[in-house]
């Protein structure tokens, strides 16, 4: 079946950046919408970037300005770009993502991946 794989995390110190990667294995015929969430110990797990096909992209408060979401097109894999990351961005990110598949019954389903470790040093 279908899995979602993110990569990119590690430590970085304030005011730098990462590229956040979520790539799908399996066979994929399109991926419709595609999200970023974080968690931070003790905290609610979080929308901070989005892109659907009815609302296109849209970015948390939080990040407006510093995130950036997107995909390369024809391709099962898309991104978060972090750039000026604060304490505040430390969480586990994980990507998610509605895709048809022929492993579906046709309709889109929604997958999430593992997730990957964020750590923003002060």
């Not at 979520?22 to 999200?35: P, T, Y």
């Not at 609610?44 to 939080?62: C, H, N, P, Q, W």
């Not at 978060?80 to 048809?100: F, G, H, I, P, W």
Request: aromatic residues 12%; contains cysteine; proline residues 2%.
């Amino acid at each position: 079946q279908v899995q979602l794989v993110e990569s990119g995390g590690g430590l970085v110190q304030s005011g730098g950046s990462l590229k956040l990667s979520c790539a799908a294995s399996g066979r994929v015929f399109q991926i419709l919408d595609m999200e970023w969430y974080r968690q931070a110990p003790g905290e609610e797990r979080d929308l901070v970037a989005s892109i659907s096909s009815r609302f296109g992209t849209k970015y948390a408060d939080s990040v407006k300005g510093r995130f950036t979401i997107y995909k390369d097109n024809d391709k099962n894999t898309f991104y978060l770009q972090m750039n000026s990351l604060k304490a505040e961005d430390t969480a586990v990110y994980y990507c998610k993502a509605a895709l048809t598949s022929p492993y579906g019954l046709g309709s889109p389903e929604d997958y999430w991946g593992r997730g990957t470790q964020v750590t923003v040093s002060s």
